[in-house]
Protein backbone atom coordinates (compact mmCIF):
# COMPACT_ATOMS: atom_id res chain seq x y z
CA UNK A 1 0.00 0.00 0.00
CA UNK A 2 1.34 3.46 -0.91
CA UNK A 3 0.80 5.92 1.58
CA UNK A 4 2.05 9.61 1.04
CA UNK A 5 3.76 8.05 -2.14
CA UNK A 6 5.78 5.77 -0.29
CA UNK A 7 5.63 1.71 0.27
CA UNK A 8 6.72 1.52 3.39
CA UNK A 9 8.10 -1.70 5.04
CA UNK A 10 5.73 -3.48 6.57
CA UNK A 11 7.70 -6.20 8.97
CA UNK A 12 8.33 -6.10 12.52
CA UNK A 13 12.32 -4.51 13.33
CA UNK A 14 13.86 -8.47 14.42
CA UNK A 15 12.40 -9.18 10.66
CA UNK A 16 14.47 -6.25 9.58
CA UNK A 17 17.15 -6.62 11.49
CA UNK A 18 17.65 -10.30 10.12
CA UNK A 19 17.51 -8.90 5.90
CA UNK A 20 20.13 -6.05 6.90
CA UNK A 21 22.48 -9.27 8.34
CA UNK A 22 21.87 -10.50 4.87
CA UNK A 23 22.40 -7.83 2.77
CA UNK A 24 25.75 -6.87 4.83
CA UNK A 25 27.49 -9.31 2.80
CA UNK A 26 25.82 -8.53 -0.83
CA UNK A 27 26.51 -5.20 -3.55
CA UNK A 28 25.56 -2.32 -1.77
CA UNK A 29 21.81 -1.46 -0.74
CA UNK A 30 20.83 0.93 1.61
CA UNK A 31 17.50 1.89 3.58
CA UNK A 32 15.98 5.30 4.61
CA UNK A 33 13.87 5.98 7.84
CA UNK A 34 10.76 7.83 7.25
CA UNK A 35 8.97 10.38 9.98
CA UNK A 36 6.83 13.62 9.27
CA UNK A 37 9.72 15.98 7.61
CA UNK A 38 10.73 13.40 5.37
CA UNK A 39 7.07 13.60 4.62
CA UNK A 40 6.84 17.42 3.86
CA UNK A 41 10.81 16.88 1.63
CA UNK A 42 9.25 14.18 -0.31
CA UNK A 43 6.32 16.89 -1.85
CA UNK A 44 8.85 19.48 -3.23
CA UNK A 45 12.31 17.86 -3.77
CA UNK A 46 13.25 15.55 -6.71
CA UNK A 47 16.71 14.25 -5.77
CA UNK A 48 14.99 13.34 -2.74
CA UNK A 49 11.60 11.51 -3.76
CA UNK A 50 14.45 9.44 -6.43
CA UNK A 51 16.76 8.54 -3.54
CA UNK A 52 13.55 7.50 -1.54
CA UNK A 53 12.41 5.09 -4.41
CA UNK A 54 15.92 3.42 -5.08
CA UNK A 55 15.99 2.38 -1.21
CA UNK A 56 15.87 -1.25 -0.49
CA UNK A 57 13.31 -0.43 2.24
CA UNK A 58 11.76 2.34 3.63
CA UNK A 59 10.53 1.91 7.30
CA UNK A 60 8.56 4.11 9.87
CA UNK A 61 10.92 6.09 11.97
CA UNK A 62 8.37 7.91 13.69
CA UNK A 63 6.16 7.06 16.12
CA UNK A 64 3.85 10.67 15.04
CA UNK A 65 3.55 9.52 12.07
CA UNK A 66 2.80 5.43 12.95
CA UNK A 67 -1.53 6.46 13.68
CA UNK A 68 -1.41 8.38 10.40
CA UNK A 69 0.00 5.31 8.47
CA UNK A 70 -2.35 2.87 10.11
CA UNK A 71 -5.63 4.97 9.23
CA UNK A 72 -4.56 5.02 5.83
CA UNK A 73 -4.41 0.76 5.79
CA UNK A 74 -0.29 0.87 5.12
CA UNK A 75 -0.12 -2.44 6.76
CA UNK A 76 2.71 -1.00 8.85
CA UNK A 77 3.81 -3.59 12.06
CA UNK A 78 5.28 -1.33 14.31
CA UNK A 79 7.04 2.15 14.46
CA UNK A 80 10.69 1.57 14.17
CA UNK A 81 13.31 4.30 15.27
CA UNK A 82 16.22 4.72 13.89
CA UNK A 83 18.24 5.09 16.70
CA UNK A 84 17.15 2.08 18.11
CA UNK A 85 17.95 -0.20 14.31
CA UNK A 86 21.22 1.72 14.64
CA UNK A 87 21.59 0.28 18.44
CA UNK A 88 20.54 -3.22 17.59
CA UNK A 89 22.82 -3.23 14.17
CA UNK A 90 26.07 -1.76 16.20
CA UNK A 91 25.81 -4.32 18.87
CA UNK A 92 25.80 -7.23 16.02
CA UNK A 93 28.86 -5.35 14.16
CA UNK A 94 30.37 -5.81 17.56
CA UNK A 95 29.94 -9.44 18.17
CA UNK A 96 30.60 -10.26 14.68
CA UNK A 97 33.85 -7.79 14.49
CA UNK A 98 32.26 -6.08 11.17
CA UNK A 99 34.12 -3.07 9.75
CA UNK A 100 31.89 -0.28 9.44
CA UNK A 101 32.27 3.71 7.88
CA UNK A 102 30.48 6.19 9.10
CA UNK A 103 29.81 9.28 6.57
CA UNK A 104 29.68 12.41 8.68
CA UNK A 105 29.80 12.76 12.69
CA UNK A 106 32.40 14.53 14.49
CA UNK A 107 35.78 13.05 15.55
CA UNK A 108 34.47 12.74 19.56
CA UNK A 109 31.35 11.06 18.47
CA UNK A 110 33.77 7.84 16.64
CA UNK A 111 36.45 8.33 19.90
CA UNK A 112 33.38 7.73 21.75
CA UNK A 113 32.02 4.64 19.91
CA UNK A 114 35.45 3.03 19.22
CA UNK A 115 35.54 2.96 23.48
CA UNK A 116 31.65 1.28 23.39
CA UNK A 117 32.45 -0.85 20.57
CA UNK A 118 36.47 -2.23 20.68
CA UNK A 119 35.86 -4.83 18.05
CA UNK A 120 34.27 -2.75 15.00
CA UNK A 121 37.08 -1.32 13.04
CA UNK A 122 35.46 2.70 11.64
CA UNK A 123 36.69 3.87 8.88
CA UNK A 124 35.10 7.27 9.09
CA UNK A 125 34.96 10.51 6.75
CA UNK A 126 33.35 14.09 7.51
CA UNK A 127 32.43 16.06 4.49
CA UNK A 128 32.30 19.56 4.72
CA UNK A 129 29.16 21.70 5.32
CA UNK A 130 27.42 22.15 1.55
CA UNK A 131 29.48 18.52 0.01
CA UNK A 132 26.36 17.42 -1.64
CA UNK A 133 26.37 20.13 -4.11
CA UNK A 134 29.91 20.29 -4.57
CA UNK A 135 30.41 17.01 -7.44
CA UNK A 136 34.40 16.60 -6.60
CA UNK A 137 33.07 16.19 -2.63
CA UNK A 138 30.25 13.86 -3.90
CA UNK A 139 33.24 11.70 -5.40
CA UNK A 140 35.15 12.09 -2.45
CA UNK A 141 32.59 10.33 0.05
CA UNK A 142 31.56 7.73 -2.86
CA UNK A 143 35.38 6.59 -3.90
CA UNK A 144 35.94 6.70 0.49
CA UNK A 145 32.52 4.31 0.96
CA UNK A 146 34.11 2.09 -2.30
CA UNK A 147 37.81 2.28 -0.92
CA UNK A 148 36.80 0.79 2.52
CA UNK A 149 34.35 -2.54 2.17
CA UNK A 150 32.64 -2.33 5.05
CA UNK A 151 29.26 -4.75 6.15
CA UNK A 152 27.69 -1.64 6.90
CA UNK A 153 28.30 2.29 6.39
CA UNK A 154 25.67 4.46 8.15
CA UNK A 155 24.94 7.78 6.82
CA UNK A 156 25.00 11.10 9.34
CA UNK A 157 24.83 13.68 7.42
CA UNK A 158 21.53 14.64 7.99
CA UNK A 159 18.75 14.78 5.43
CA UNK A 160 18.25 14.62 2.48
CA UNK A 161 21.73 14.61 1.74
CA UNK A 162 22.03 11.26 3.69
CA UNK A 163 19.60 9.80 1.02
CA UNK A 164 20.81 11.33 -1.92
CA UNK A 165 24.34 10.50 -1.19
CA UNK A 166 23.33 6.57 -0.45
CA UNK A 167 21.69 6.77 -3.84
CA UNK A 168 24.72 8.19 -5.69
CA UNK A 169 26.74 5.39 -4.28
CA UNK A 170 23.63 2.75 -5.43
CA UNK A 171 24.02 4.07 -8.70
CA UNK A 172 27.76 4.25 -9.74
CA UNK A 173 27.89 0.90 -8.09
CA UNK A 174 31.63 -0.83 -6.57
CA UNK A 175 30.57 -0.58 -3.25
CA UNK A 176 29.77 -3.66 -0.64
CA UNK A 177 26.95 -3.75 2.47
CA UNK A 178 24.09 -2.14 4.01
CA UNK A 179 23.98 1.32 4.47
CA UNK A 180 21.51 2.74 7.06
CA UNK A 181 20.40 6.35 6.48
CA UNK A 182 19.53 7.36 10.35
CA UNK A 183 20.93 10.68 10.97
CA UNK A 184 21.82 11.38 14.68
CA UNK A 185 21.82 8.55 15.55
CA UNK A 186 25.37 7.67 16.16
CA UNK A 187 25.77 10.78 18.59
CA UNK A 188 22.85 9.14 20.64
CA UNK A 189 24.88 6.21 21.22
CA UNK A 190 28.26 8.08 21.89
CA UNK A 191 26.86 9.78 24.67
CA UNK A 192 27.03 13.22 22.84
CA UNK A 193 23.21 13.76 22.73
CA UNK A 194 21.35 12.60 25.03
CA UNK A 195 17.97 10.55 23.59
CA UNK A 196 14.19 10.93 25.59
CA UNK A 197 13.42 8.66 28.38
CA UNK A 198 11.91 5.45 27.42
CA UNK A 199 8.83 7.01 28.84
CA UNK A 200 8.79 9.45 26.60
CA UNK A 201 9.63 7.44 24.09
CA UNK A 202 6.28 5.45 24.48
CA UNK A 203 4.20 8.28 24.62
CA UNK A 204 5.24 9.50 21.48
CA UNK A 205 6.75 12.56 22.64
CA UNK A 206 10.45 12.06 22.00
CA UNK A 207 10.03 15.45 19.32
CA UNK A 208 9.55 17.04 22.48
CA UNK A 209 12.71 15.97 24.00
CA UNK A 210 14.69 16.80 20.81
CA UNK A 211 12.97 20.36 20.68
CA UNK A 212 13.56 20.93 24.42
CA UNK A 213 17.55 19.72 24.03
CA UNK A 214 18.11 21.81 20.29
CA UNK A 215 15.85 24.60 20.45
CA UNK A 216 18.06 27.07 18.05
CA UNK A 217 18.30 24.04 15.70
CA UNK A 218 14.54 22.03 15.46
CA UNK A 219 12.12 25.35 16.60
CA UNK A 220 11.98 26.52 13.27
CA UNK A 221 11.88 22.92 10.97
CA UNK A 222 9.50 21.54 13.19
CA UNK A 223 6.80 24.44 13.33
CA UNK A 224 7.31 24.79 9.32
CA UNK A 225 6.73 20.79 9.43
CA UNK A 226 3.57 20.82 11.05
CA UNK A 227 2.02 23.77 8.67
CA UNK A 228 3.04 22.05 5.31
CA UNK A 229 2.31 18.57 6.58
CA UNK A 230 -1.11 19.67 6.90
CA UNK A 231 -2.32 19.67 3.09
CA UNK A 232 -0.15 16.59 2.45
CA UNK A 233 -2.45 14.76 5.38
CA UNK A 234 -5.62 16.57 3.66
CA UNK A 235 -4.89 15.12 0.14
CA UNK A 236 -3.70 11.82 1.36
CA UNK A 237 -7.30 11.65 2.83
CA UNK A 238 -8.93 12.52 -0.56
CA UNK A 239 -6.99 9.99 -2.37
CA UNK A 240 -7.74 6.91 0.01
CA UNK A 241 -11.15 8.15 -0.06
Not at 31 to 44: F, K, P, Q, W
Not at 98 to 127: M, Q, R
Amino acid sequence: MNVFGIEFYQGQQQDLIGELIILSSAPFSYMVTANVNHIVLLDHDERFRYAYQRARHRICDSRVLFPLLRRFKANVAEPIPGSTLTQSMMQIAQERHWPVTVLGCENDVIAALKIKYPSITFYHYNPPMGFIDDPLEVNRCVDFIRKHEARMTVFSVGSPRQEILAAEVLIRGGATGVGLCVGASLAFLSGKIKRAPPWMQRLSLEWLHRLYTEPKRLTRRYAVDAYRILPIIARQFRNHR
